[in-house]
């Protein structure tokens, strides 16, 4: 059974830092590239970021484009996100997701508030 266990999320002062992991198991986790969506409250899922199995190809939303650094450890079989430079319009619910078989498949995601 596919897993995505996503931690790390809490509240932080404008300007600052965090960082999220997502730690996966019931796949081959290094086979497969991963994501990270977001959805702040009241808005839709808005992708933030993507990294390709062995973590030398990454992408990012224009918007957290040189504030936001995706990497994994497949070693531990982890995926993190490493937010910078935070906004008040990056607090959010963050979830990671793979796509398995061509299904995709979701954690229950973390809550990063940024705020005074």
């Known amino acids: 059974e596919v897993q995505l266990v996503e931690s790390g999320g809490g509240l932080v002062q404008p300007g600052g830092s965090l960082r999220v992991s997502c730690a996966a198991s019931?796949?081959?986790?290094?086979?497969?590239?991963m994501s990270w969506v977001r959805q702040a409250p009241g808005k839709g899922l808005e992708w933030v970021s993507s990294?390709?199995?062995?973590?030398?190809?990454?992408y990012y939303s224009e918007s957290m484009k040189g504030r936001f650094t995706i990497s994994r450890d497949n070693a531990k079989n982890t995926v993190y996100l490493q937010m910078n430079s935070l906004k008040p319009e990056d607090t959010a619910v963050y979830y990671c997701?793979?796509?398995?078989?061509?299904?995709?498949?979701w954690g229950k995601g973390t809550l990063v508030t940024v705020s005074s």
């Open positions: 990294i390709n199995w062995n973590g030398r190809s990454t």
């Open positions: 997701k793979v796509r398995f078989n061509g299904v995709d498949y």
């Open positions: 019931g796949f081959t986790f290094d086979d497969y590239g």
